[in-house]
């Protein structure tokens, strides 16, 4: 399995980004993918989900409504696009597949992760 993430970067606040993924290893299409974040010295966040198919997403109170996920299964790619940054959205953010088929998951249990890529929202 491999997930590269991509679009990381400085940000200034209510700015936006639109962070890549793309996976390589695993049929992608039978796997729930999800973005998940780190902040400095916190813990692992879960922020948004969307299954296989795509037909449905779903998002961690923190973004919903400024970020949106969506998925590609020709490209075997997952995007987050991400509005209306804010300071305490810097954080490493990570790509993930769920560790089993045909899941739904929602929070940072049981999916594998990237390497990640540092979005930092700063004026």
């Known amino acids: 399995v491999q997930l590269v993430e991509s679009g990381g970067g400085l940000v200034q606040p209510g700015g936006s980004l639109r962070l890549s993924c793309e996976a390589s290893?695993?049929?992608?299409?039978?796997?729930?993918m999800s973005w998940v974040r780190q902040a400095p010295g916190a813990g692992l966040e879960w922020l948004a989900s969307v299954i296989g198919n795509g037909g449905n997403s779903y998002y961690a109170d923190s973004v919903k409504g400024r970020f949106t996920i969506s998925r590609d299964n020709r490209k075997n790619t997952v995007h987050l696009q991400m509005n209306n940054l804010r300071p305490e959205d810097t954080a490493v953010y990570y790509c993930a597949k769920a560790n089993e088929r045909w899941v739904i998951t929602q929070s940072t249990a049981n999916i594998e992760r990237g390497r990640g890529t540092q979005v930092t929202v700063s004026s």
């Open positions: 290893g695993f049929t992608f299409r039978q796997y729930t």
